[in-house]
């Protein structure tokens, strides 16, 4: 029984990378006004991640950049790859003041090689693939003449990162639904 649930648990994961890489069309999060509150803990790195992701989204503007501030400190008292991974997260959060893709990129380097990153595959993933994004991102810096074209790209991938960061979000509820239906 133990077992089928890790490799169903791999298997949502895989297909939760693949979700973030291919990107889908945008549909916007509600907003909410406070981000900054501490999340608990959830037993699934990955489901940490992606539930911080997702009050960073539906979170307001200055919600988001309070949690960058809040994400910083954390990572000037204790510098481990949970709290790298929430100041990437935080810097990489779209429509505020604080962001700052090559920052995201950075730290979600630095969460993943961190010498107390005990990752599971999923959330190994997931930092990967939001590395790779905003490294993209950031390497595609617009120049005077194409910076109408390259906002609207920049606009266009945060989209489909947010919708690949909804669609993460339903699948790791439907397989909390599942691991905890009865057999």
Known sequence: MHS???TH???VAAMLGALLVAGCAHRPAAETE???HETEQAADP???LLLYAHELQSGSPEARAKAV???RSAVDD???ARNLARLALAYGAPKQTR???DLAARYAGRALEADDARWNAAARQYLRDYRRFYTR?????PSDDDSEDARARIAELEAQLDEAHRKLREMATIEERLGSSPP
């Not at 991102?137 to 810096?141: A, F, G, I, K, V």
């Open 78 to 80: 204790a510098p481990d």
């Open 9 to 11: 648990t791999l298997c």
């Open 99 to 101: 962001y700052t893709p």
């Open 69 to 71: 501030e809040q994400a």
């Open 46 to 48: 990955a489901i940490d």
């Open 137 to 141: 991102l950031t390497e595609q810096s």
């Open 4 to 6: 089928e649930r890790r």
């Open 34 to 36: 406070d981000v900054a």
